[in-house]
Structures are given as C-alpha cells and as structure tokens.
C-alpha cells in the first residue's frame, strides 16, 4: 500500500510499505477513507519529539471502512463498519480506562518499559507517534490496523460527511478538553493562545460551553480571522502587546482561564526575547522546548485561574515562573486527549448542528501529495489551515 513515511528531519515521502495484517483478535484492518495532518505531526517533521525511527509511518487523524477484523470484537465491530479511529489506543479494561482516563491507558502500550523509565509510568499507545507511544504505524496510508478495534473506534452515521466526522479522532475533542477542563463560568473570559486547527476547535467549545468573552492570539492574518468569525475577539502578538491588551480586555483583572494551544514551538522574535534565549538553548540541546505561552499565562491569568495545556510538550522547560504561579493560586491542568470521553456528546452536537468540524478545512489532497502538503501547512503558505488528504 501506499503511505506517507518517516524518513528523518524534514524528510516524509510516500512510499509502498507492506500492507497491514491481523495480528492480534482485538486487531482491525480500516481502508482510509480520508486522514488529516495535524500540528502534532509537525513535531515529528522537525523531529522535536524523540524515538522516531526511519520507515515509520505517519498519522494519527483519521477515518475509514472496516475491511477486516480479528475473532474478538465482541459484537462491537463488523466489516462495513464506518469508523473514526481515536488517536489514543485504549482497552477499556485498564483502571485508568475505567475512569475515562483514555490517553493514559495502562495497557496499549507495547514499548511499557521505555516509557516508565523515561515518564515514570506508562502512557497509553498513539498511532504514529514515536516507539516511546508503542511504534504503531499511523493512519496517512491505504490501510490501517487498529489494536484494540473493539473499544478504539467511534461509529459515525452515514448521514454525516467524512469532513463532518474525521476531526473526532483528534482535534475536535482536543479543543474541547482543553476548554472543558477550564471549567467555564458564564462570567469568565477564556483566551485562547494560538488560532491553528487546535485552537480553532477551542475557541467554538469555549463558545458553546457560554465563556462571556473568547479571546484569540496568534500572527497568521486568515487564522485570526477565522478565530473572529468563530466568535473570539483577536489580539496580533506581532502588532500589540498581549499583556497590555488583554488587562485593557478584562478591566485590569486578567483573564479567568488561559489555554496554550501552541505547545513547544512558539513563534521565535525579536518581539519577544525569551524566544530567541530558548531557541539558543534548544541548538545546544540545554532545553528541549521553546515555552514562552507558558510563561505569558501564567503572568496575566487572573489569580485563582486556570491554564489548560493541549499544546504538545515534549521534555524540559526552563524558567517557568513557578513563583508566580504559585502565589497566585493557578491550577495547572494538562494531557494527551482522552478522545472517547467526549466523543459521543460530540458527535451528538455535529448531528444536531451546533457546530460542523469542517469549518477549518483549507486543503484536500492526494496521499501523493502529503509530503508537499506538510510544508504548506507547516509554513502556513496559500493560507493553509487544515490539509485532509485522501488515499
Ligand atoms: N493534547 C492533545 O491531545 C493534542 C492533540 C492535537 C494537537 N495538539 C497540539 O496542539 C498544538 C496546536 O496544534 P495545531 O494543529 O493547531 O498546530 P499549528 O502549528 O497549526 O498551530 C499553532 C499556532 O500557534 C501560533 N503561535 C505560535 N507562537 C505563538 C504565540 N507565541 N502566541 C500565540 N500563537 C502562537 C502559530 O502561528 C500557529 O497558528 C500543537 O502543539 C499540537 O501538537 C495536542
Ligand atoms: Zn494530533
Ligand atoms: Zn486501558
């Protein structure tokens, strides 16, 4: 088959690779019918994330057709199926899959070992993220085995478009977890750093989860403008100070809750010193990642607030204010999207039109196409917001 495949630093190519098999009576084959490119992927194309390996196939957003299963579904998944493929694997068995802890499952994870050593304890497996996930090839390909098939898919009626639905993996239930976790009161302001596809899908939960005031940051003109037509008032950090504009947008207070949906690869400016600090630090491999949202956040939030974390991070920070976090009674919370927790009210909301995902869909290509498609979407040309490509 045909998939997009991981051969070093910004280096993916479309490949034929062997076609996958069952492996396991929990196992899945899809045919994808349609996959996206996410900013996570991004990480990997500029290998900031570690324990990728060439040969890897890419992918962890996508959709598609059962066209073969394993002997145990357990009645929960036929061929002909129509699925989305949750990003994070999970058994549904584990303790922490019982308490809806999906990204962190205790049992997905076929490289365990590695990961306790390096996180303490094992996080759940993710399709085409790094061996330190499990090392399962990813969904930007023809076919795609899924581990666990029975508890990781998400049935989607045939009334709804592929476009509708294939965000449900990932990006979708991502912004929605990231404002959910906010726990947002009519009288709060949430802002929102970043206006990618991430922060896009923030911004509408946060809307529909009744903040009084969204509020946007980013650079990119046509992100900021979709951001205004979700219903965010917008901030260039490029043109206006983000700290000065948004006391002026709160009367002094800061804002109740803060969401970095930028992660480890904030824009590097003159503007912003700390960036260039970081950037340097990261070239002698002193800190892996740049977190100036981190610290802006935690200097505006209104005290007692909350910083929800999507945004990927991938190892060590440095000079996080953590005095400032402290004396100010700020509640960290962060993780992985446990995708199936919100999944089903989710695919309720698309069905009764609250909101419809597909919104942010500036491309659609060809696999063949894929490799050139990550640098559009990395360098943001042609106005790219979200690629979705179809095998
Ligand atoms: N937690 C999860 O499960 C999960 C799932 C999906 C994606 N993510 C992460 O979410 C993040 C965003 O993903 P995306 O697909 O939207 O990526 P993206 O790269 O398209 O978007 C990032 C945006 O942040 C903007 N930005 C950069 N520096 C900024 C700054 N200082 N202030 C404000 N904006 C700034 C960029 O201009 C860009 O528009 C990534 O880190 C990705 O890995 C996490
Ligand atoms: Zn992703
Ligand atoms: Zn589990």
Redesign the pocket.
Known sequence: MRALVWHGKEDIRCDTVSDPEIEHPRDAIIKVTSCAI??????LFHNFIPAMKPGDVMGH?MMGEVVETGSQMNGRLKKGDRIVVP??INCGECEQCKRGNF?VCERTNRNKETADKVFGHTTAGLFGYTHLTGGYPGGQAEYLRVPFADETHIKVPDSLTDEQVLFLG??F??GW??AAQCDIEPTDTVVV????????MTIRSAVLLGAKQVIA????PE?LSMAEAGGATTIN?EEES?VERLNELTQGKGPEKCI????????VSMG?PD?LLDRAKQMVMLESDRP??LR?MIYVCRPGGIIS?????SGLVDKIPMGQAMNKGLTFR????H?RRWTDDLVRRIEEGQIDPSFVITHTASLEEGPEMYKV??D?RDSC??VVLKP
């Not at 750093?193 to 896009?200: A, D, E, F, S, T």
């Not at 940051?217 to 990119?220: K, L, M, N, P, Q």
């Not at 970095?260 to 824009?267: F, M, N």
């Not at 974390?309 to 991070?313: A, D, E, L, Q, T």
């Open positions: 996410c900013g996570s992927d991004l990480h957003e990003f994070t990204s990932d990006i239930p991502t977890q990231a750093w970043g206006c990618g596809p991430v922060g896009q940051i980013d650079r990119i992100r950090f983000v970095d949906a930028v992660g480890l690869e904030s824009h912003q960036t100036h949202v802006e974390i999507p945004g990927v991070y962060m993780g992985q999207t995708v979407f990395r943001k917001i979200k």
